[in-house]
């Protein structure tokens, strides 16, 4: 359900990224920043319940690991991808581990070769 929501608006506007989360999830997570001493990120340089990459942010992914797991899910929509993790998870704990087990193979510092560029012949 949430997928044919969040496909219309990112097919209208053409984002780079875009993304569903909740703010419970978005606040524990940057309560965990804070309190292991790392540097805060931009919501953009994490991975939600639902992140869409366009085009420019594609390059910079590794979609043939993160697809690999059982879990995540993605997807070619409209110029990039969908990536979903889960299509169910008992609770807001869970989502956060899949996601803390998913970021480092997905999202690669910049300049690293990735796979996703083959994905949509870059």
Not at 12 to 34: D, F, H, Q, T, V
Not at 53 to 61: C, D, Q, S, T
Not at 85 to 90: F, N, S, V
Request: contains cysteine; glycine residues 10%.
């Amino acid at each position: 359900m949430a997928e044919q929501l969040f496909a219309p608006p990112v097919v209208a506007w053409s984002p780079s990224w875009a993304c569903i989360s909740s703010e419970a999830n978005l606040s524990s997570r940057r309560e965990a920043s804070l309190a292991d001493g790392s540097p805060p990120r931009g919501l953009d340089n994490m991975l939600h319940w639902i992140t869409y990459f366009g085009p420019e942010r594609v390059a910079g992914l590794d979609l043939d690991s993160a697809g690999a797991l059982d879990f995540v899910h993605v997807r070619d929509l409209h110029e990039g991808v969908e990536v979903v993790i889960g299509d169910q998870w008992p609770g807001e704990k869970d989502l956060l581990r899949l996601q803390h087990e998913t970021e480092p193979l997905l999202l690669r510092p910049p300049g690293r070769l990735a796979r996703g560029r083959r994905r949509l012949g870059l």
